[in-house]
């Protein structure tokens, strides 16, 4: 399993917006494709202005095959409907590490 780590600064009165415009367009696209698993929401207790996602994909081959046309096309239609109220301060990828417990 694959963890794609993304992490946003956004304006902390346009948060609840943020996070369900993302899960109405990026999460509803996403899952549409082979390996998606599933996305979290984590919001900051501390900074009300950070949002990071943790999306699980079943391979980085699946994750990665998405083209750049579709995830611009959706990341185009998020803007549309967000303006440019956010920014991604973060973008990080890691994998589950599974070893054989003695």
Do not use: C, H
Not at 19 to 25: G, S, V, Y
Not at 57 to 82: C, H, P, V, Y
Not at 83 to 100: C, D, H, L, T
């Amino acid at each position: 399993m694959v963890i794609e780590l993304l992490k946003f600064q956004v304006d902390p009165n346009l948060r609840e917006t943020f996070i369900q415009k993302d899960a109405e367009i990026w999460t509803t696209a996403l899952a549409k494709y082979p390996g998606f698993l599933s996305k979290e929401v984590w919001i900051n207790p501390n900074n009300p202005s950070e949002v990071t996602f943790i999306i699980r994909w079943a391979t980085r081959e699946q994750w990665q095959a998405i083209s750049q046309a579709d995830l611009a096309a959706i990341d185009n239609k998020f803007g549309q409907a967000l303006g440019k109220n956010f920014q991604m301060i973060e973008s990080a990828e890691y994998q589950v590490r599974k070893f054989p417990y003695t």
